[in-house]
């Protein structure tokens, strides 16, 4: 028996439960699918932390942290769950990367103050600056493992059909509507939306004509304060050769990584989950020369998935009975209740 919904949701990560959400909320009946069970770690939006701010070097991503930022009031409002914590956040480092991003706030007309190094070292001294810190107030942390949930079960609670470990095995897609094939049930809908991370390509790839997608395995490591360290640690961006940053994941310590350093992989299913040794000694390296508020050896470490586009910009259109969803490219996560809602919006016209 094939059962009948206004949308199919396919990948229940941060974007495609948000999506739900939105549509749950506004009364249309919604089928949400996930191949892998809740809280895996096997995607991009596991883990307990991921950056939220508004300093970018463009004002078009500044507007739309802008945008993102009421839209996580509202979700945490209506959800009851904190989900986004500000802390504040700073970036300093290469002084030319960094004026970019002033120029970009001021642009936006977004708030942020320069702080000389010496003044940064006494606010935060468990960190070490070189150079003058641009501070932003609105900037903190999105609670990634608890916004996740909150998300799909804010949707299931709005009326939608939430399924874990229920994968695609066939999609068939019409003029006017879009038949799914799973293990349990079969699906078919008006419109789906395919929200589904580096499995995207596979799905969807023969399909729509999508933008080159580089899949790469990002890795992360928690570092415990001092004894005696009292940093209210922000989370920042040091703008280096390579890219560092920083913030805090409540009971596991100071999160600190490279940026795009991940090695490629051509299949998401096939991975190691290992961190690289030489990953892990630079970023105990890089802990130990700007960061001494923190022992200099990773207490844990683990991996994550980048999907990326050549410009980091995000996929997120419709092409007949299906909505594409790729908004990841490493920095994708603060935007999920706006993504979600744009995603949503695509799906009811």
């Not at 009975?321 to 999920?336: D, N, Q, R, Y």
């Amino acid at each position: 028996m094939t059962r009948q919904a206004d949308v199919i949701v396919i990948g229940a990560g941060a974007m495609g439960s948000a999506t739900a959400w939105w549509l749950a909320r506004r009364g249309r009946n919604v089928v949400l699918l996930e191949q892998f069970e809740q809280g895996h770690q096997r995607g991009s939006s596991h883990g307990g932390s991921r950056i939220f701010r508004l300093a970018y070097d463009d004002v078009r991503w500044v507007r739309r942290c802008q945008e993102a930022l009421p839209l996580w009031r509202e979700a945490m409002d209506v959800l009851q769950v904190p989900m986004l914590e500000i802390t504040g956040g700073i970036d300093h480092g290469n002084p030319e990367s960094v004026q970019a991003v002033a120029n970009a706030l001021e642009a936006a007309g977004a708030s942020f103050e320069w702080l000389a190094p010496e003044a940064a070292g006494e606010r935060w001294p468990g960190m070490r600056f070189e150079t003058p810190v641009l501070y932003q107030a609105d900037a903190g942390r999105c609670r990634a493992d608890v916004a996740l949930q909150a998300f799909a079960e804010g949707a299931g609670n709005a009326g939608a059909d939430v399924y874990f470990e229920q994968g695609v095995e066939e999609m068939t897609v019409h003029d006017d509507a879009v038949e799914v094939r799973t293990e349990y049930d079969d699906y078919v809908a008006p419109v789906a939306v395919v929200a589904a991370g580096a499995w995207v390509r596979s799905l969807v790839g023969e399909l729509v004509q999508l933008p080159p997608l580089t899949i790469t395995e990002e890795q992360t490591f928690h570092y415990l304060p001092k004894p005696d360290d009292r940093t209210a640690w922000p989370s920042y961006i040091h703008h280096l050769d390579v890219f560092r940053y920083g913030l805090e994941t409540p009971d596991e310590g100071i999160k600190v990584a490279e940026h795009h350093t991940g090695a490629v992989l051509t299949d998401p299913d096939e991975r190691a989950y290992d961190t690289s040794p030489e990953t892990e000694s630079r970023v105990n390296y890089y802990v130990e020369h700007w960061l001494p508020g923190l022992d200099q050896y990773a207490v844990t470490a683990a991996t994550c998935l980048y999907t990326s586009t050549p410009d980091h910009e995000f996929f997120v259109e419709r092409h007949g009975p299906l909505v594409v969803v790729s908004a990841c490219s490493g920095h994708g996560f603060k935007f999920t209740p706006l993504i979600g809602r744009l995603a949503a919006d695509l799906a009811m016209q």
